[in-house]
Each structure stands twice: as C-alpha cells, then as structure tokens.
T-cell receptor, first 110, second 115 residues
Framework: DAKTTQPPSMDCAEGRAANLPCNHS???????VYWYRQIHSQGPQYIIH???NNETNEMASLIITEDRKSSTLILPHATLRDTAVYYC???????????FGAGTRLTVKP | GAGVSQSPSNKVTEKGKDVELRCDPI?????LYWYRQSLGQGLEFLIY????????KSGLPSDRFSAERTGGSVSTLTIQRTQQEDSAVYLC?????????????FGPGTRLLVL
C-alpha cells in the first residue's frame, strides 16, 4: 500500500468547514483512498472512500486531485462532535488489512 | 442494524495469565479482522478471516497469539501467557467483501491491561 502523509493536528471553528489534507504521492492505479475517524475511546468509523472521482455522502466530501497524489476530506459544517483523529488510508484489493498511520487530530472549537 | 460487538469491553489480567477476547461481526459479513492499538498509536493488523479460506495470520506478533472463527461468524482472539507489552486496545472489524471497495466496520474494542 502507498504511504500517506497527514498533518499531525488541525483546529477548526464550530460551524466552519474543516479541510483535512492527505498526501499519497506513490499511489498506484488500483489503490483506493479511504478516510476513517476515531473519536476518543471508540473504534474507527468509516467516513468515505474514492478512486479518482470526487465523492460526497451525508458525512463528508472527498476531493482527489487529478494526478491522485493528494486528497482532501471536507467536513462542510464542523461540530464539536467531529473532534477526532482522522485517518487517510490507501489500499489495494490485494492486501488484507488497513494500514492506519498516525492521522490528523482535528479539534473543533466553539 | 446491529454493529460489530466485542466483549469484554475491559479486561485486567495478571502477567502470565491467558485471556480470550470475543468479536461478534455484523450478520452476513464474510470478512473479519483483528487489530491492536497501543496508547496513542495507529492500528496494527493482527489476523484476517475471509469465508472458509485459511486465515491470514501474518500480523500476529508471536505464537502466544491465536484466533479462530467458528461457523463463519463469531471470532475469539486468545493471548496465552500475557505480557505487559500486550496491554492495548484490541479492535475487531468486519466487512462484506466487495472486491476493490471493501469497507470495514469496527467494534468498540476491548481494552486489555496486563499487570
């Protein structure tokens, strides 16, 4: 799996959009970009995934650059409950595990 | 619907004792994973079950760790002769294998403390 790089921490004001970047410059054509988050003392929670097109669901939007070397997770209206560690993962169908890195600790402030 | 459940939620044991951790995956999910998360760290893959195939045990840290999955559903992770470095949160995840687009759903974890 390609390695990902994320900032260790970010702050966001409540009600504003949170934009979490992820670099995956060594991504290959058959690797998907996944985002999970982990709220304190809970198991990771799936957010969204994509291959090359932008994706949107009820939780977030995923913007993948045309060269696929980076992506951004967007939480359109962050709430205090969105405070968590956010993990960006790239993976193929050929590996059996999710390789979670250190992630980005997002703190949403009132 | 019901998510992945794990039991116990917390386990305190003495060094050298054996422990069993249980995972109930989402009904119908054919794939099941065990991970370990030490304090402040990312997830460490342990073992993977898919249907009736032989499990992928490549992440098990030592032969003190073993896991089984009975009837393609419930799984038990066993740690024999526990050591203090085994203290961590043990997470289970399941998925409905969808080829290239597999989404894993995680349980709340079992917090193991070895004294």
């Amino acid at each position: 799996d390609a390695k990902t790089t994320q900032p260790p921490s970010m702050d966001c004001a409540e009600g504003r959009a949170a934009n979490l970047p992820c670099n995956h410059s060594t991504i290959s054509g058959n690797e998907y970009v996944y985002w999970y988050r982990q709220i304190h003392s809970q198991g990771p929670q799936y957010i969204i995934h994509g291959l090359k097109n932008n994706e949107t669901n009820e939780m977030a939007s995923l913007i993948i650059t045309e060269d696929r070397k980076s992506s951004t997770l967007i939480l359109p209206h962050a709430t205090l409950r969105d405070t968590a560690v956010y993990y960006c993962i790239v993976r193929t169908i050929f590996n059996n595990d999710m390789r979670f890195g250190a992630g980005t600790r997002l703190t949403v402030k009132p | 619907g019901a998510g992945v459940s794990q039991s116990p939620s917390n386990k305190v044991t003495e060094k050298g004792k054996d422990v069993e951790l249980r995972c109930d995956p989402i009904s119908g999910h054919t794939a099941l994973y065990w991970y370990r998360q030490s304090l402040g760290q990312g997830l460490e893959f342990l073992i993977y079950f898919q249907g009736n195939s032989a499990p992928d045990k490549s992440g098990l840290p030592s032969d003190r760790f073993s896991a089984e999955r009975t009837g393609g559903s419930v799984s038990t992770l066993t740690i024999q002769r526990t050591q203090q470095e085994d203290s961590a949160v043990y997470l289970c995840a399941s998925s409905l294998w969808q080829g290239a687009q597999e989404t894993q759903y995680f349980g709340p974890g079992t917090r193991l403390l070895v004294l």
